[in-house]
T-cell receptor
Framework: ETGVTQSPTHLIKTRGQQVTLRCSSQ?????VSWYQQALGQGPQFIFQ???????GRGNFPPRFSGLQFPNYSSELNVNALELDDSALYLC????????????FGEGSWLTVV | SQQGEEDPQALSIQEGENATMNCSYK?????LQWYRQNSGRGLVHLIL?????REKHSGRLRVTLDTSKKSSSLLITASRAADTASYFC?????????????FGKGITLSVRP
């Protein structure tokens, strides 16, 4: 149990639609990151939020966007969904109290049809 | 792009045997973290080793880091069927508040009862 919670756990969307995934970080953690994990691959860094601002971004197009709220929870939004967006989306949190250790949630499985 | 490259890609052993997994990476790092992932679920943090450390233990786990060779190994002693999972190494080039993990493709470990 990492204290990082994500919702929903599974969802199916149609190509072209938009999706919002949610994450509550572990108590006391002010940094949230999002990762995409395609089947059979390792997770890929999408972006990170620190104190409500984007603080680093991986090689993902602008249709991947996010938010961090004052309570450090976060959202990942993906617009104009493509079939290749089908993946497990993982939220991770960290903070000064975690000593650089990064804790992950259980993930949200997104299937785009 | 994947920074870490794990070896072997798949490992099958008998319960009670030791499992050794290796990871190589390409660029300078601040720390390296090992994670376990059960099928279709989130990542469970196993151990973090900093760039100035050479060896670390946690229960049945032993991790080594050789920064001159840019490699790390994870040893699981006295393996159990419950250790069956995918294992990932992830490098962290943490700078200040910006911490980003770069993962390899993972190692699939099967422990036969």
């Amino acid at each position: 149990e990492t204290g990082v919670t994500q919702s929903p756990t599974h969802l199916i969307k149609t190509r072209g639609q938009q999706v919002t995934l949610r994450c509550s970080s572990q108590s006391g953690h002010n940094t949230v990151s999002w990762y995409q994990q395609a089947l059979g691959q390792g997770p890929q860094f999408i972006f990170q939020y620190y104190r409500e601002e984007e603080n680093g971004r991986g090689n993902f197009p602008p249709r991947f966007s996010g938010l961090q709220f004052p309570n450090y929870s976060s959202e990942l939004n993906v617009n104009a969904l493509e079939l290749d967006d089908s993946a497990l989306y993982l939220c991770a949190s960290s903070g000064s109290s975690s000593g650089n250790t990064i804790y992950f949630g259980e993930g949200s499985w997104l299937t785009v049809v | 792009s994947q920074q870490g490259e794990e070896d072997p890609q798949a490992l099958s052993i008998q319960e009670g045997e030791n499992a050794t997994m290796n990871c190589s990476y390409k660029t300078s790092i601040n720390n390296l973290q090992w994670y376990r992932q059960n099928s279709g679920r989130g990542l469970v943090h196993l151990i973090l080793i900093r760039s100035n450390e050479r060896e670390k233990h946690s229960g049945r786990l032993r991790v080594t880091l050789d920064t001159s060779k840019k490699s790390s190994s994870l040893l699981i002693t006295a393996s159990r069927a419950a250790d069956t999972a995918s294992y990932f190494c992830a490098t962290d080039d943490y700078t200040g508040a910006n911490s980003k993990l770069t993962f390899g493709k993972g190692i699939t470990l099967s422990v036969r009862p």
